[in-house]
């Protein structure tokens, strides 16, 4: 399968603290994306980060992208009780679609 | 600028019957995506449309189906019913197909699809 596989399944932090979480695949990709859904509704796009490109900056959200280690992390940096909510990590490996892993389910506790 | 909108937001049926959901996408975007998230599972790629032709199917069954309507909105049917087919249902639109890879897909609130 081409789908992402997230790391961990679940996460529990409390507010202020700093959440990692990890997306691993399998084959070559053009870019990964990674998203938030709050309580099974639709996804919010995060931040895109291309293959030629390392880490990316939005907020308080940082992506790097290993394309040896075929892995990507996200950084939720000062974390706050409205982060709360699933990441997924998406891969685009031939252009037209998309693969999502079954995501992290972050917690934070206020 | 308004978003991605899916209608109905639940929808529920019986075992057998056909299900229609419907996307609108963001205007000037003309690639539609539906994705299939049932519970405890992740997004599961159905379809994608773009300018009015299907592109790409994931792997679903042929009761499956869709269209994408000139006005680039789109409607995923689901013939024959079966229980496991109760999940949300995601639409997602982006711009057109660019060298190296489609734009940012933009998610749809979602259609939650119970079949009873």
């Known amino acids: 399968s081409q789908q992402g596989e ?16 990890n997306c691993s695949y399998k084959t070559s990709i ?3 994306q990674w998203y938030r859904q709050n309580s099974g509704r639709g996804l919010v796009h995060l931040i895109l ?12 959200l940082r992506v790097t992208l290993d394309t ?8 939720i940096t000062a974390s706050r009780a409205a982060d709360t909510a699933s990441y997924f990590c998406a891969t685009d490996h031939t252009g037209n679609q998309f693969y999502f892993g079954t995501g992290t389910s972050l917690t934070v506790i206020p | 600028e308004a978003g991605v909108t ?10 057998g019957q056909q299900a229609t959901l419907r996307c609108s996408p963001i205007s000037g975007h003309t690639s539609v995506y539906w994705y299939q998230q ?14 009015g032709e299907e592109r790409n199917r994931g792997n679903f069954p042929p ?12 409607e995923l049917n689901v013939n024959a019913l079966e229980l496991e087919d109760s999940a949300l249902y995601l639409c997602a639109s982006s711009l057109a197909l660019l060298a190296g890879g489609p734009d940012t897909q933009y998610f749809g609130p979602g259609t939650r699809l119970t079949v009873l």
């Open chain 1, 6 to 21: 997230e790391d961990p399944q679940a996460l529990s932090i409390q507010e202020g603290e700093n959440a990692t979480m």
């Open chain 1, 30 to 32: 053009n870019n990964l």
């Open chain 1, 49 to 60: 980060i291309r293959s030629n490109e390392r880490e990316k900056h939005s907020g308080r």
């Open chain 1, 68 to 75: 040896s280690k075929k892995s990507s992390s996200l950084l």
């Open chain 2, 6 to 15: 899916q209608s109905p937001t639940h929808l529920i049926k019986t075992r």
């Open chain 2, 38 to 51: 049932a519970l405890g599972l992740g997004l599961q790629f159905l379809l994608w449309y773009d300018e």
């Open chain 2, 63 to 74: 009761r499956f189906s869709g269209r994408q309507f000139p006005n680039y909105s789109s």
